[in-house]
Structure formats: C-alpha cells, structure tokens
C-alpha cells in the first residue's frame, strides 16, 4: 500500500514507507526520510535532515527540524516544539545541527519544547508543556518547566505491574532483585540497626557509601553494573528505586531501615523521590571501577541481547 498524501500536501521525499497517511497542508522536504503506517496530521513541517521510523504518529501543528531521529511507535502531540541549535542567529554559515533522538515507544505531550542535542528514551512520557533541558531516562515521566522527573511508567502488561512497597515479595520474574531483612531492635532509648554480613548479605562487601543532600528532582543512579552485587538501604527519610531486568520492570519504596533492595549484576536501577532528609547507604561488592557501569540504556540492552 503506498503513501496516501492529501491534496493539499506538498511532498518532495520520496522515502516514505507504505501506508504512511499525510494530512492536509503537510509539506515533506526531499531528503527527509518517513517510515511504514506513520500518521502525519495537518500543518506538520518536516525538515531534510530528518528520520522518522513506523507507526509514528504526529499531531497537528509540529515541526521537525534537521538533526531529528524520530524511532519506530512515538507520539508527539499537537504543537511540540523541537529545536536543534542552541546559540541560533540569523546569518550564520551552515553547520552540522545537534541531533536529537527520540527512542522507540516514547510520547511527546502538547506543547511541550525539547531543547537541542536531547535524548528521550524508550517508553518515556513529556508531559503537556514541558521543558526538556537534559536527557530523559527510559521509561520516565517527566513535568515541569525545567521538566523534572515525577515517576516511571508501569510495564505495558497490567499483569506484570509490580506493587510499590519495600515490604512486598517480588514475583519471579524480575530476576536480580531482592528484598534484604536487616536487624532493627527499637526501645525508649531510639533505634538500632544491626548488619551481619556474613549472614544477611549474600556477597562478600568491598565498599560502602552514603548518597545525602539530593534534591528531591534529581535522580541517582540510572546504571547498571556488570558485575557489582549491590545493597541499597535507607536509614532516614524515604526513596523510590526503579529497577529493569531489560524485560520486566518494578518500583519500591525505601522508608524503613530494615527493609533493603538487592541490585544484581545486570539490573538497570535508578533512585529518585529523594524526600528531603533521606540518607541512603549502599553496601556494593566491589571497589569503584569506571569500566564495570553501562551508564546508557540502550547500549544496556544491547549487552543483554534483548531484542526490540
């Protein structure tokens, strides 16, 4: 089935896949490249330099400027704004603008602004007008004007929803992480936290380090390690922890003591909702070492063979 342009469109590429519906007033410029079963709605401008994959939908009022790749099952909304040079002037000679990606399965709010040389990640969600000033983790959800993260979205399969409790037995199929009982004996004198490492840590511990002062919209983490054993505890205050195996994913919270979440090697795992006392120690298995994270998460899937 070929591309069906309106009328009223003007399309000069010629790389456009099948079944690609183009709506009144679109104009399509010669290099630019569109995928299978996109759906581009009316008044949409899209650049030479531009890639977009399959089943893309984009809404009313959008423009799409060089530098853009746009992956396969993204929605972006009426009136997103995208730029692609941040220091822009009038007469200035051609150069090579930033490249903004916009990974498979993400969606992109009305009105929201995505500044130059932005990543948004896989599955991730840009509220309804949003900033964008930095990169967006998988999965995230972002709000706000710098756009803040406000949550994770849940798996696509309602029965792979996880609860979000530090208290809850996690099901099998999150592989490479596990709920940690610590020793906590409380009377009128406060509280004491008791760790046996030989006996509820199941890793021999070669580091420990604290995480305090974060600011409540910062995120820690967003790594994954490929040999480290990790133990994360919250002595004060709370944490949320986001974790992904590369096929199913779950959410906690950390507020007691006595409750820690074991990170595995290979686990993706992110700490965000710091609340403003919060003191997070983390017991690890190894000593520091740059080459033992995968800090991007595309490159972490691909370490694990997970197809698309």
């Known amino acids: 089935m070929s591309p069906i342009p309106h009328p009223t469109a003007d399309v000069q590429s010629s790389r456009i896949g099948a079944g690609t519906r183009i709506w009144q007033h679109v104009v399509v410029l010669p290099r630019a490249s569109i995928g299978r079963d996109c759906n581009l709605c009316a008044h949409v401008f899209i650049e030479n330099d531009v ?16 530098g853009l790749v746009v992956e396969d099952d993204v929605f972006i909304g009426p009136n997103a704004t995208f730029t692609n040079d941040r220091f822009p002037r009038s007469c200035r000679p051609p150069e090579t603008f930033l490249r903004t990606v916009i990974r498979r399965g993400a969606s992109i709010g009305a009105n929201a602004t995505i500044l130059p040389g932005i990543e948004i990640g896989r599955e991730a969600m840009v ?3 949003a900033v964008v000033t930095r990169d967006v983790p998988a999965h995230a959800i972002v709000r706000g004007n710098p756009a803040r993260i406000s949550g994770y979205v849940e798996d696509r399969d309602p029965a792979r929803i996880l609860p979000v409790s530090g208290a809850q037995p996690l099901p099998a199929e999150l592989q490479g992480v596990s ?11 406060g509280d004491l936290l008791a760790v046996e490492f ?21 995120v820690r ?27 199913h994913r779950g959410e906690w919270v950390l507020d007691r003591p006595e409750t820690g979440l074991h990170i595995h090697p290979k686990v993706w795992a992110a700490q965000y909702q710091y609340s403003p006392n919060a ?16 800090r991007d998460y595309e490159t972490y899937l ?4 997970v197809r698309a």
């Open 221 to 247: 983490g967003e790594h994954a390690h490929k040999e480290c054993h990790q133990l994360l505890v919250c002595l004060q205050g709370s944490v949320r922890v986001a974790a992904d195996n590369g096929r």
């Open 302 to 305: 691909r370490f694990l063979d």
């Open 279 to 294: 003191v997070l120690v983390v017991f690890a298995s190894h000593p520091y070492d740059a080459a033992d994270y995968i």
């Open 179 to 189: 709920i940690v009982s610590l020793t906590r004996a409380t009377d009128l004198r």
């Open 51 to 66: 890639q977009i994959g399959d089943r893309v939908t984009i809404k009313c009022g959008v423009q799409l400027w060089d």
């Open 198 to 218: 030989a006996r509820q840590i199941s890793f021999p511990v070669a580091r420990v380090f604290c995480v305090t002062n974060v600011p409540s919209h910062h």
């Open 127 to 129: 509220a309804a007008g």
